[in-house]
């Protein structure tokens, strides 16, 4: 827990885990979130445009990385906009709860879920619940140990040894997070790991206050690890989504001696983030119902 944390350095460096440290995203979304989406959810009719709206919500837009509940919400919307989906007459609603949840809930997860659901008696945040611990099972499943991080993270965790702490920030399941890095042999490479559980990616890296003034830096590859970082007065630097290995190339052979000698900031950082920007859109590629 935060209260936990020990610094042992002066700089603090946070790490998004799925598609930014591990080539994972792809692979959890494509044949673990989304088969279970079109199953709980009643999609299998429309499952083509289900597919496709999930895969730009948590792929390939700004909203990318988001945590799985609003990610869900979003998949609804884009559904009930979507021409041929209602061409078809299918009905997709927004299940208000769980959007009232997700409002009144910063720790979006399955534990504060089924502590949520001990005094409140809501079939569809029951039915949430399911859609979500199947895709925990799944992602066991399909996932397992086999998904090395890309290259140049595990040099990059080697040479941070000593000159700064690495926080492991995420919105994937706390035992989810430990068994990838543990199995990867990265979790003794880091100083802490902060799943869901922990919090949002904004609360988890407010540890920033615990160091000097441009001494933490978030590594992200989705817009929502910016705000985070960007929240807490902190710099990042973007693994761009397709670009991986070429961005972890340039983190190992630039940008960390750049930030451990205090020269990140101002242009360099901000030429990084306008091409991050370039890599994600705003609005899907089809036409939506105005």
């Known amino acids: 827990m935060a209260n936990q944390y020990v610094k042992q350095n002066d700089f603090l460096i946070g790490v998004d885990s799925d598609g930014c440290a591990f080539d994972t995203m792809e692979l959890k979304h494509k044949e673990c979130f989304i088969p279970c989406i079109i199953h709980h959810w009643g999609l299998k009719g429309v499952s083509k445009y289900a597919r496709e709206a999930a895969e730009f919500v948590n792929l390939y837009s700004k909203s990318r990385g988001v945590n799985r509940f609003p990610a869900l919400i979003e998949v609804f919307k884009l559904l009930q906009r979507r021409p041929e989906v209602v061409a078809r007459g299918v009905k997709v609603e927004i299940p208000e709860s769980l959007v009232k949840w997700i409002e009144q809930e910063t720790k979006l997860g399955n534990p504060a879920l089924i502590k949520f659901l001990e005094t409140h008696d809501d079939p569809v945040l029951q039915k949430t619940l399911q859609w979500s611990a199947d895709i925990n099972q799944t992602v066991d499943r399909i996932v397992g140990e086999g ?144």
């Not at 543990?182 to 559980?197: F, K």
Request: proline content about 8%; hydrophobic content about 40%; charged content about 20%.
């Open 147 to 290: 998904v090395p991080p890309f290259p140049y993270v595990r040099e990059s965790m080697q040479a941070l040894q000593g000159k700064a702490d690495v926080l492991v920030v995420s919105a994937t399941p706390q035992a989810a997070l430990e068994k990838e890095w543990a199995n990867q042999g990265l979790a003794q490479l880091v100083s802490a790991i902060y799943g869901q559980e922990m919090g949002t990616k904004k609360e988890s890296l407010a540890l920033a206050s615990l160091y000097p003034a441009n001494h933490t830096l978030m590594i992200g590859d989705a817009p929502g690890d910016y705000k985070a970082a960007k929240a807490n007065n902190a710099l990042f630097f973007p693994i761009n989504p397709g670009e991986e290995e070429a961005s972890w190339e340039r983190f190992y052979k630039e940008a960390m001696a750049k930030f451990l000698n205090e020269e990140f900031a101002g242009e360099y950082q901000q030429a990084l983030l306008d091409d991050f920007d370039s890599h994600l859109p705003l609005d899907p590629p089809w036409r939506q119902i105005d």
